[in-house]
């Protein structure tokens, strides 16, 4: 059986999966360059196509109670092809992880402590979701609903804070932009911030009662996906023409905060909620990482697993990329390229064959 | 139990040391060190291709800090210290040579570019103060009429601080509306258009025997990043009733019977502005709203009936539209967009802005505006007849 002995239960799933897309926040800033002021749009188109294929995920899980995607992999595409397919998810999981290791690194070098070595926070960092991991998915499922009420006061306070400066004719023209941006675009979106919930196929089988496991990612995603809307209509409406040269739009918009010249330099709000939102999603993606290699290797449990590999993806975070400049162009153009056929092909797939040859039932009665 | 204990206790005084050894900040930097910059002024320098920037710095303590070396009298609270290069980077790190630190600009409250330099062209010295991560996006962006490093020189009668004076000067715009605050990121807004002209408040210094003071005269305007002209105050007020920015301001009219003159005070204004395309022809259906308030006469004419109201809202509105002219016309004199004209049409009409943006210095001077201005005194403050011989008693 699964590697995971926690149960979550699935009010949880909805404030794990709400938070872990929440803490995209600031990756929306892919998008912005490339579909200025219809990033808005964008975010709700690849919302709507997401969904089905999240809902897929939460289909497949409901399906194979009990069980992880990499024992999915095994049953439905059989030993060898569900090894290579798992390794694929390896491969993206340590990828992404290790861009988002390097995200808060890149945040803190850039906007608040210039000084010191990028790897120090890159060390600190995974060692603290290191330990987050080592106490298992309980412990991350307990502690969500914090998480994302902390990341939606941030995102609302700065919002509401920001609203004298806010110009709604900066949305205007709606349809300007040739349609290759808005595909590119709408690509980015669901392949970031809402198709990297394919991770959630790793943790679904935790779940004690699956009854409204659909209506619960449901809303979790549309909760994820409401939060970034308003940062990118914050932005937008904020910064206008300027939006497409920041670094980070998000940061920008927030210094300019000046409210009676009192209430300025907000950008500990948002250097604080993103540090804490993006621990929560770099947990997540920590934990999924070392449960699928200890799963895959059949490994009693992974948590001698989570220091080697926090330490191997500090390494790659480290050195993968020599500056925000090809981070953001190989995200913008290859990142989404790779994981297209882990998030939208594969689960889906699974599904249909699991249909097919009618998988669960028999394979449930061999048990292992 | 006596066990578990002892852990917890060694658990606690680990931290409790842990507290010495993480305190450490890397790249700390304590309140006596800092140079903190409140104001910059870039200027031409003498040699060719280089720039003269000019840091006024704050002395903590006047009296402690004789150490800085000829930066003019003694009892003056800030520092103004310069240094040349080829860019504004450049020129900031060669100012180490004489601070002997790095400056501290995040407290920067103005920055302002010497006329030589505006001319010359802005974009190329403006990323810097978009780049640089201590700079914020909200610090004010102004030319000077002449040299910025004398502007920055004339010692302000109330404020203790030149830079903060100046910021000071352009927060309160409001009171006349004679001119507006840019800050860096409207700027940079501006630069990126492909048609609005970016403009920036201008200051200049105004000898008078021993003492120097700082004025606001006007507006510069910016085409394609260079100082181009620049507008007086009663056509920046004319720009402002177009983009609804007119927040106060005294309009003088001549009262009904012509021996005097009603001054109103101006208390909202409200403006939209449609943009039209009829027959290829470009029109600009401005509509202004305006509410003032009576507040001075020099007439004994009781002024304050239905009847000298109609006169005078009438009289006021033919002012506003005046004003609203003479900005146009001044601005297709510089065939420059400072109104945004060209941004309304992009956004109302995207289709047909394909065509107009590449020849948009042809078109601009041929649009026709159609200003409407609905003006209304909605009161008279503490009087309701003048203090006069009262007519009615003949």
């Given amino acids: 059986m699964s590697i995971e002995k926690g149960k979550i239960s699935s009010q949880q ?5 709400a938070g872990f897309v929440e803490a995209s926040a600031l990756l929306i800033d892919f998008t912005v360059g490339i579909t200025e002021q219809q990033t808005w749009m964008v975010i709700l188109a690849g919302l709507i196509i997401t969904t089905p294929f999240v809902l897929s995920y939460v289909a497949l899980a409901k399906s194979f109670p009990g069980m992880n995607l990499v024992q999915i992999n095994d049953m439905v595409y059989g030993r060898f092809l569900g090894k290579v397919i798992s390794l694929y998810y390896i491969f993206f999981f340590s990828m992404t992880l290790s861009f988002n290791i390097r995200d808060v690194g890149e945040l803190y070098i850039t906007f608040l402590m210039q000084d ?26 307990r502690i969500s609903h914090l998480i994302l009420v902390t990341g ?30 808005i595909f590119q675009g709408i690509h980015i979106v669901s392949s970031i911030p809402f198709g990297e919930t394919v991770v959630f196929l790793m943790i679904m089988g935790c779940m004690n009662k699956t009854e409204h496991a659909v209506k619960n990612t449901f809303f979790g ?55 804490i939102l993006i621990f929560f999603k770099c947990s997540i993606f920590l934990y999924v990482l070392v449960v699928a290699v200890s799963q895959l290797f059949g490994l009693k449990s992974y948590v001698p697993l989570v220091l080697p590999l926090a330490a191997i993806e500090v390494i790659i975070a480290a050195t ?3 500056s925000p400049v090809d981070h953001a162009t190989i995200t913008q153009n290859a990142g989404i390229i790779y994981s297209v056929p882990l998030v939208f092909v594969f689960p889906p797939l699974a599904l249909l064959i699991a249909k097919i040859r009618g998988l669960p039932k028999v394979e449930r009665g061999k048990g292992t | 139990m006596g066990k578990k204990t002892n852990f917890l206790i060694m658990k606690l005084i680990l931290c409790f040391f842990m507290l010495f050894v993480l305190s450490g900040c890397l790249g700390e930097r304590e309140i006596n060190d800092l140079e903190i910059v409140i104001g910059m002024g870039v200027d031409k320098d003498e040699s060719p291709d280089n720039i003269l920037l000019t840091a006024q710095v704050v002395k903590e303590g006047i009296a402690g800090k004789s150490s800085g070396g000829g930066g003019g009298g003694e009892d003056r609270p800030f520092w103004n210290v ?18 002997g630190n790095r400056l501290f600009i995040s407290h920067n409250q103005v920055v302002i570019f010497g006329n030589d330099l505006a001319k010359e062209g802005l974009q190329k010295y403006i990323d810097f103060f978009l780049r640089a991560h201590e700079m914020r996006p909200t610090a004010f962006i102004l030319v000077a009429e002449d040299k910025a490093s004398a502007v920055m020189d004339a010692k302000p009668e109330t404020e203790k601080l030149p830079a903060i004076n100046i910021g000071k000067l352009v927060k309160t715009y409001g009171f006349t509306s004679h001119f507006y605050k840019v800050n860096m990121k409207d700027f940079a807004s501006c630069l990126m258009s492909p048609t609005t002209a970016p403009m920036a408040p201008l200051v200049s210094v105004i000898e008078n025997g021993e003492d120097k003071e700082i004025y606001v005269s006007g507006m510069a305007v910016f085409k394609k990043g260079k100082m181009v002209g620049k507008l007086n105050e009663d056509e920046v007020r004319g720009l402002l009733w177009v983009l609804g920015e007119v927040k106060s301001g005294v309009i003088i009219v001549p009262t009904p019977n ?31 709203k305006e509410d003032s308030s009576l507040s001075e006469q020099t007439t004994t004419e009781n002024l304050a009936t239905i009847e000298a109201f109609e006169k005078i809202q009438e009289a006021t509105a033919e002012v506003i539209k005046q004003e609203i002219m003479k900005a146009f016309d001044k601005s297709r004199e510089l065939n420059a967009d400072i109104f945004g004209f060209g941004e309304m049409l992009h956004k109302k009409y995207h289709k047909e802005w394909k065509n107009l943006e590449d020849n948009w210095d042809v078109i601009y001077p041929t649009i026709e505006l159609n200003i409407d201005v609905e003006s209304k005194i909605i009161k008279t403050d503490l009087l309701k007849k003048p203090a006069a011989p009262n007519e009615g008693k003949k």
């Avoid at chain 1, 809307?229 to 939006?243: K, S, W």
């Fill in chain 1, 13 to 17: 799933l909805f404030f794990l999966i």
């Fill in chain 1, 320 to 322: 993968v990329f020599q």
């Fill in chain 1, 152 to 181: 939606f006061f941030a995102i609302t306070s700065t919002f509401i804070l920001l609203i004298d400066q806010m110009d709604f004719s900066n949305f205007l023209p709606f349809f300007e932009l040739p349609l290759i941006r």
């Fill in chain 2, 258 to 288: 012509e021996q005097g003159k009603a001054v109103l005070e101006i208390v909202k204004v409200k403006s939209k502005v449609t943009p039209e395309i009829k027959d290829g022809k470009i029109m600009m259906n401005i509509k202004i």
């Fill in chain 1, 116 to 141: 010191t070595p990028f790897i120090f926070f890159l060390i600190v960092f995974t060692a603290t979701c290191a330990y987050a991991v080592t106490k298992g998915i309980e412990v991350l499922a």
């Fill in chain 1, 221 to 275: 995603l549309l909760i994820g996906a409401l939060s970034l809307l308003f940062v990118a209509v914050r932005n937008t409406a904020v910064l206008g023409r300027t939006q497409t040269i920041w670094t980070s739009t998000s940061f920008q918009s927030i210094r300019l905060i000046n409210i009676g010249t009192v209430l300025t330099r907000m950008d500990f709000v948002i250097g604080i909620a993103q540090t």
């Fill in chain 2, 82 to 99: 310069s240094s040349k290069g080829m860019t504004i980077f450049e020129a900031v790190r060669q100012m180490t040579h004489k601070t």
